[in-house]
């Protein structure tokens, strides 16, 4: 998470912290580094079923992705939370 959004979501981040997320603090950002998932399953339906599969969808190619690239599974995983 970015700095900012770390001293605006303090209530998110220390429930975060109590489940064991370990939180690193972003402050330079290399886009062909990082791969980025963005939406919110929120609102009547069907837009939260749609918005849950179409992340699952993207999760599911961001994995084959990462194996293709590295050619091994990832080991860290970020939030970034709006």
Known sequence: M???????EHPYVTKMKILGCK???????????????????????????MVRDFQSIIGHEVRELFQQKFKKFSNHHCLCRR
């Open 2 to 8: 970015g700095q900012v959004d770390i001293e605006k």
């Open 23 to 49: 939180l690193v603090s972003v402050t330079k950002v290399f886009p062909k580094d990082y791969f980025y998932v963005i939406g919110s399953v929120v609102g009547p339906h069907p837009f939260s079923k």
